[in-house]
């Protein structure tokens, strides 16, 4: 339960001093404000129990429809065409995770402890994907990596890797590496400066300074992001469909068992366990890294 | 060997916004070439917008006019809202904000199958716009919350609020004096994201759209599959000029709610 930050905040004076009438408190009013903020909440409420909760626990129910009944969840695991591409999303989704948690870290850091002229526009470059539909982040992928790519243009020999799970590997990095970014700046931005210059005073070599300090400063962000980025791998849905690879990825075989096979109750199924997959594992890295957060003051 | 080690970082940096860069400048070009395949040299026209302008520009009104529905569904739903959660910030708060973030932690695809599901078999709602504004507030909404209930949060609501009411402001006209006015850079902030996100959003509304509503990813998607390079590029052109604005509105407006807080 975070502090909302009452008591933390500086009150504003100038209507806090002047002296409350006893009616306030009392009776009336405080009845008819506490009316009004269940009426602010009611549209909310019903919306979200309308279009999300009931849904959502009517896909469940779906799940269990098929001849099979619960026994689908154990049919995942047990046809392998089901099984492995939960196998290749987890994979493709984990590297791309480390790959973005490096790169992103390493000019994160660069960009929050350099000030030089372009440094805004550098900045800008990598933060731009953050509004690209995963479409889109295919698609670039394809003028980069496909048959009339630039880089099949400009190297000799045949290099088409964009339908291949080096595509799917790169678009997935794409919108990665500005999430991850944002979040590690947000956090190097907080780190102590002394504690560097503590460590190079005394004589610590850079990758010292590196393991000691900066990366157990950073690791609540680190799991923040890295999480972040793994969910919205698993998910990815539009890359995946735009780039239409070789390899079969879960939300490409939810998308096909519901439109062409017309599979409800096993689309429902693997519906299920993809967002339980990404929503647990959300939470336990914001509980991981709020901790952290804490622990360090 | 040291400076070695030390140019590392601006090299991986270097690369990483080549990497972005080098395909949206390809896309850019692209769209603008007479022939992408003979390259530059064939010349620079404005052709191929004209002809994405043609076929898709009722995609690009729906993207628009969606995002302004979905601005305003979520100004209504989200602002009281935020409000009432700031103002009674205990369990059952904490557990509403988690369950509409929901949808920013499950896949769109998700999210849209269990609407297909429950509301599919209407089909005048199905094949109505609104459909597809439904899932843009699902995953807009969050966004909405979060960014006011930020800016409230920092806000002694309390005491300004029985300062008013001590002056004799009913409920309904202290929220609209002094609440909104105080939590303006977070609505700014919210509103901005919401209409960046709901232009882009391809996941869910790939899922519940008909042939006859296109949104403008939806329309990109089909580009790819089936027009010439040219076209999609173009198409994909006309889709930056719209949201690389809106998405550096939507960062200053954060980073400006953000130092308020202050």
């Given at each position: ?84 591409a939960l196998m290749q999303t987890v994979v493709v989704s984990l590297a791309v995770t480390a790959a973005a948690l490096v790169i992103s870290t390493t000019a994160g ?17 990598l933060t731009?994907p953050l509004?690209f539909p995963g479409v889109v982040v295919g698609?670039l992928i394809i003028?980069l990596g ?15 890797f964009a339908y291949s799970v080096t595509g799917l590997f790169l678009g997935y990095l794409y919108f990665s590496i500005p999430r991850v970014l944002l979040t590690v ?36 962000a680190l799991i923040a992001a890295g999480a972040i980025a793994f969910a919205t791998a698993m998910g990815a849905f539009g890359t995946a469909f735009t780039l239409?690879t070789d390899i079969d990825v879960l939300p490409m ?21 993809l967002?339980?997959v990404t929503?647990?594992l959300l939470?336990?890295a ?12 | ?11 991986v940096?270097?690369l990483a916004?080549?990497f972005l860069?080098?395909p ?81 932690a499950?896949p769109?695809l ?93 996941n ?59």
């Amino acid at each position: 339960m975070p502090d909302f930050g009452w008591g933390a905040v500086p009150s504003r004076p100038s209507l806090s001093d002047r002296p409350l009438p006893d009616t306030l408190v009392s009776g009336d009013v405080a009845v008819k404000q506490r009316q009004f903020l269940s009426l602010c909440l009611l549209p909310l409420v019903i919306f979200t129990l309308a279009f999300l909760a009931i849904p959502i626990a009517r896909l469940f129910l779906a799940s269990g429809e098929s001849a099979d009944g619960w026994a689908i969840y154990l049919r995942i695991l047990q046809t392998p065409r089901y099984l492995s591409a939960l196998m290749q999303t987890v994979v493709v989704s984990l590297a791309v995770t480390a790959a973005a948690l490096v790169i992103s870290t390493t000019a994160g850091l660069y960009l929050v402890r350099n000030q030089f002229p372009g440094r805004n526009v550098l900045l800008s470059t990598l933060t731009l994907p953050l509004a690209f539909p995963g479409v889109v982040v295919g698609f670039l992928i394809i003028l980069l990596g496909g048959r009339q790519g630039l880089v099949n243009q400009i190297l000799p020999g045949y290099w088409v890797f964009a339908y291949s799970v080096t595509g799917l590997f790169l678009g997935y990095l794409y919108f990665s590496i500005p999430r991850v970014l944002l979040t590690v700046m947000a956090a190097a931005e907080k780190i102590d400066p002394t504690l560097e210059e503590a460590a190079k005073t005394l004589g610590a070599p850079s990758w010292r300074i590196v393991t000691d300090i900066l990366l157990p400063a950073l690791s609540p962000a680190l799991i923040a992001a890295g999480a972040i980025a793994f969910a919205t791998a698993m998910g990815a849905f539009g890359t995946a469909f735009t780039l239409a690879t070789d390899i079969d990825v879960l939300p490409m075989v939810i998308y096909t068992e519901f439109t062409l096979s017309a599979n409800i109750a096993m689309a429902s199924a693997l519906s299920v366990v993809l967002g339980l997959v990404t929503w647990v594992l959300l939470l336990i890295a914001r509980s991981l890294s709020g901790e952290t957060i804490a622990a360090g003051g | 060997m040291k400076s070695l080690t030390r140019s590392i970082p601006m090299v991986v940096t270097l690369l990483a916004c080549a990497f972005l860069f080098i395909p949206i400048m390809q896309s850019v070009l692209a769209g603008l070439t007479v022939n992408y395949f003979r390259g530059l040299s064939s010349g620079l026209t404005l052709k191929w917008v004209g002809q994405v302008w043609q076929l898709y520009s009722s995609s690009i009104f729906l993207s628009i006019w969606l995002a302004l529905a979905c601005l305003v569904v979520t100004l209504i739903l989200g602002v009281p809202a935020a409000y009432a959660l700031a103002r009674n910030p205990g369990r059952a708060s904490r557990i509403l904000e988690e369950l509409i973030s929901l949808p920013l932690a499950i896949p769109g695809l998700a999210i849209a199958l269990a609407l297909l599901q429950l509301y599919g078999s209407y089909h005048g709602f199905r094949t109505h716009w609104s459909f597809i504004l439904i899932g843009h507030v699902l995953y807009t909404l969050p966004f909405m919350v979060r960014s006011t209930l930020s800016v409230l949060a920092t806000i002694d609501l309390t005491t300004l609020e029985e300062g008013a009411a001590s002056l004799g402001a009913g409920p309904l006209r202290r929220f609209f004096d002094i609440v909104v006015p105080n939590a303006l850079p977070g609505i700014l902030a919210g509103a901005l994201t919401v209409v960046t996100l709901s232009i882009g959003e391809f996941n869910l509304t790939w899922m519940l759209h008909t042939p006859y509503l296109k949104t403008l990813p939806v329309g990109l998607a089909d580009s790819y599959a089936s027009m010439r390079l040219e076209v999609a590029s173009a198409y994909t052109l006309v889709f930056f000029v719209i949201i690389v604005p809106l998405l550096m509105a939507m960062q200053w407006a954060s980073a400006r709610a953000q130092r308020n807080m202050q």
